[in-house]
């Protein structure tokens, strides 16, 4: 092979497929392809996907010792004024060059200092190409609104909008009739719920919504009704000491949910028919948690979450946070039936204990495999049988043993149990993590396998808690098998 002479078998390409492979970079890296041969000089401009950021333009450098901090702010204000130009100017040169050629995707991320009037300059150009998947994050202070023929595009299939301090969305008319995606965060809508509504209604096949960081609680009421939604993203400000007022979900074939909020003071309509898998951090206020722990000695409900629960009960994969854990104990009239449910995550907190976990396995008759994202969770004497907050007390002057009563753990049909963060380097807390381990084997007879995953790299430390459970002489299931598995070793009683 004669490696003397070189090939370029890149540049020796078709142009589309050249073009393709740019599409993946930024347009800034595209456009430094410009030198490395007359043919790429002018390539990078008709890639099929702009990516334009400012941030890769500006940056504040190291500041000299030598000169004030004042000093130094002006002149990274000036530097910066001149960047700001400079991206501008590159992005006018970019879509100069690609005149009215189809586009597919348009990401523009910029904050202060480029020019309101040269943004939507751009906004107006790839929509007038055609433009398919939009993606604007604009954090500036600006005092208008959205330019409202975003939303009246007979192309866009996929639009995202993040403009933190930014525009407001206030439209009228809305009219996306491809839109398969809509993704908005940290946005702030001129009429509030009635403005979301308007979006939302001129979406006629919006199968994703992602909802995010957004101040909903100072509004009236927040509603999702989308017939043909499938997957759903909520996610509320949960810094705010505020519960929402009114929320409505009206989604029958939604069959993921992601949601994130702090309980809403009615929950007028939850219609999740369809749903098949769920990602719950449910919270209370501040003042509702304070409540709940450290007043509430009557038992009382601190908020009413029962409808909103009640909503998902047809799940089959359910991801509970600790808070929302929290949330069954202190703010459901009951747990409801979750007779399809198969598969559930529990995700520990020190702070939070596990006092609604005994009634949520004993209505889940079909459930299959239970994972919890660590152990360690508040003592209290209402987890049941379901750790050993609470050892069992013997009476004195019992001379029989009393028939054993079923408990969750006993009653549970759980096949697969796993638990993640099991425990780490230098662990205070192994000890107690090992018993609990072995309380699950010794209380839960359909248990086929159960796997814990160690996140340390002491290899010792592995084999030693996998001997113990092993070696462990009461285990309910005679099928059970032990898997151990850590940055360096699986270990399992199947080997």
Not at 285 to 293: F, L
Request: negative net charge; proline residues 4%.
């Amino acid at each position: 092979m004669d490696f003397g002479r070189s090939r370029d078998i890149i540049s020796g390409l078709p142009e589309s497929l050249i073009c393709h492979i740019l599409s993946f970079l930024t347009t800034k890296e595209a456009a430094s392809t410009s030198v490395l041969a007359r043919k790429w000089r002018y390539l990078f401009a008709f890639v099929p996907n702009l990516d334009f950021d400012d941030s890769v333009h500006l940056s504040l450098g190291k500041k000299n010792p030598l000169i004030s901090g004042e000093e130094y702010l002006e002149m990274i204000n000036e530097r910066n004024n001149q960047l700001s130009t400079s991206f501008m100017a590159f992005v006018d040169h970019v879509l100069a060059l690609q005149g009215n050629s189809p586009l597919h995707k348009f990401s523009l991320k910029i904050g202060a200092g480029v020019d309101r009037v040269r943004v939507i300059r751009w906004i107006f150009n790839v929509l007038e190409r055609g433009v398919s998947d939009l993606e604007l994050g604009m954090h500036l202070k600006w005092k208008s609104s959205l330019p409202s023929k975003i939303f009246l595009s007979e192309t866009l299939v996929r639009l995202k909008l993040s403009v933190d301090r930014g525009p407001r969305i206030d439209v009228d008319d809305v009219h996306l009739p491809k839109l398969k995606t809509l993704h908005i965060e940290s946005v702030k809508f001129e009429k509030h719920g009635i403005g979301l509504n308007k979006l939302l209604s001129g979406c006629h096949i919006l199968e994703e919504l992602i909802l995010e960081y957004i101040c909903w609680c100072l509004w009236e009421f927040v509603s999702v009704s989308l017939t043909t939604l499938k997957r759903l993203t909520f996610c509320g400000e949960l810094m705010q000491d505020e519960n929402p007022i009114s929320v409505s979900f009206d989604t029958p074939n939604l069959v993921y949910l992601m949601f994130t909020d702090v309980i809403a003071d009615e929950y007028s309509k939850v219609n999740f028919d369809s749903l098949v898998e769920a990602n719950i951090n449910l919270q209370m206020s501040e003042d509702q948690m304070e409540e709940a722990r450290f007043s509430n000695s009557e038992g009382n409900l601190v908020a009413n979450a029962t409808d909103f629960i009640m909503g998902i009960c047809n799940v089959k994969i359910l991801y509970l946070s600790a808070y929302t854990l929290e949330v069954l104990t202190y703010c459901c009239e009951a747990i409801p039936l979750f007779n399809n449910l198969t598969h559930l995550t529990i995700e520990s907190n020190p702070e939070v204990g596990w006092d609604s976990l005994p009634d949520l396995l004993k209505n889940s008759p079909n459930l299959e495999t239970l994972v919890f994202k660590g152990l360690v969770h508040q003592v209290t004497d209402k987890c049941g049988d379901m750790c050993l907050c609470k050892p069992w007390e013997e009476e004195e002057d019992e001379e029989e043993e009393e028939e054993e009563v079923p408990t969750c753990l006993s009653l549970c049909p759980v096949k697969v149990v796993k638990i993640l963060d099991f425990g780490e380097i230098y662990d205070d807390e192994i000890d107690a993590k090992i018993d609990q381990v072995k309380h699950f084997l010794e209380t839960m007879p359909y248990v086929e396998q159960l796997i814990l995953y160690y996140n340390t790299p002491i290899d010792e430390d592995v084999i030693k808690v996998y001997q113990q459970l092993q070696r462990h002489p009461k285990i309910a299931s005679s099928k059970c098998k032990l898997q151990l598995i850590s940055d360096n070793l699986s270990l399992s009683s199947q080997d």
